[in-house]
């Protein structure tokens, strides 16, 4: 029988409605503002579409669309008049940015208390000891979406394939704090598809197509596609071979319609915690 899907698009549609009631409860809207720089096309479909959800919530939303060629210092020094403004909780910066631009740094003049990506050292040491802070969007609705459908870690094998800052680590450090057992891999790991094998929730967050296949996975283990990848036929793709993994799995998320809608869910989430603390709720 083909694993349950795990329907990430029906849960952010709930969490977006949640999120809204509470900002009408608030003395001013939460404010996002977004920066992008230079014209990567699925940079300005993200753009687009963190716009749509900041109306659905009912935020205000500003986006500063800035040319290929914009320096440094100039995008440092417009994070630092956002880091100012009281009607903006929130700051994020579409990545990747053009080459001569130094995303770490750029990430750093966030001020920690706007930086609702979570990529923040402030936010990512706060995960690491376990106090308060805003998590990793993708990571975070991940575990929300493990909470919906009732998968506890706790006590389980967990294996989480990536080691990104943005994915892989948080990811590990939250199955961690919810009692799961983590094995992190990477692309110089040994017998990847043994580790693979282990795992009662496995996390594949690389960005290859067709990376995790059906003999990589444990009958009933939950599997987790965090990647959007295009295949040769141009169509979107994870990194799980989605068809044939299904039939082995007891539970799977879909590419598109399952990570993606609550990474962006999040966001919301996390900018109206900002604006909650901004305004002393």
Same mark, same amino acid.
């Given at each position: 029988m083909a694993g349950m899907i795990l329907d990430g698009k029906a849960l952010a549609a709930k969490c977006k409605e949640a999120v809204k009631k509470e900002a009408e409860s608030l003395a001013r809207k939460p404010g996002l503002a977004v920066i992008i720089v230079g014209n990567n096309p699925a940079s300005r479909v993200y753009v687009n579409s963190k716009r749509k959800d900041c109306e659905e919530c009912g935020f205000l939303s =500003?986006?500063?669309? $800035?040319? =290929?060629?914009?320096? *440094?210092?100039?995008?440092?020094? $417009?994070?630092?008049?956002?880091? *100012?403004?009281?009607?903006? +909780?929130?700051?994020?910066? *579409? $990545? !990747?940015? !053009?080459?001569?631009?130094?995303?770490?740094?750029?990430?750093?003049?966030?001020? !920690?208390?706007? +930086?609702? +990506?979570?990529?923040? !050292?402030?936010?990512?040491?706060?995960?690491?000891?376990?106090? =308060?802070g805003f998590l990793p969007c993708t990571p975070y609705g991940i575990m929300e979406i493990l909470a919906e459908y009732g998968i506890d870690p706790k006590g389980k094998q967990c294996v989480v394939v990536g080691r990104s800052n943005i994915v892989g680590k948080p990811m590990a450090l939250l199955l961690l704090q919810k009692h799961g057992t983590v094995t992190i891999c990477h692309s110089r790991t040994a017998n990847l598809a043994e580790v693979c094998r282990s795992a009662d929730i496995l996390v594949a967050a690389v960005g290859k197509v067709d990376l995790v296949t059906a003999d990589m996975v444990k009958p009933g283990a939950v599997v987790i596609d965090v990647a959007m990848n295009r295949n040769e036929a141009g169509k979107l793709c994870g990194d799980v071979d989605y068809a044939a993994v299904r039939e082995v799995a007891s539970a799977i998320t879909p590419v598109p319609g399952g990570v993606g809608p609550m990474t962006r869910a999040m966001l919301m989430k996390n900018t109206l915690l900002a604006a909650r603390k901004h305004q002393g709720q």
């Open positions: =500003e986006e500063y669309a $800035l040319p =290929e060629e914009t320096t *440094q210092e100039e995008l440092v020094a $417009l994070v630092e008049k956002l880091n *100012q403004r009281e009607d903006i +909780d929130g700051i994020l910066c *579409q $990545l !990747p940015l !053009p080459e001569g631009i130094n995303e770490e740094a750029v990430l750093m003049a966030i001020s !920690p208390d706007k +930086d609702v +990506d979570g990529f923040h !050292p402030m936010n990512m040491g706060a995960l690491l000891v376990g106090k =308060e």
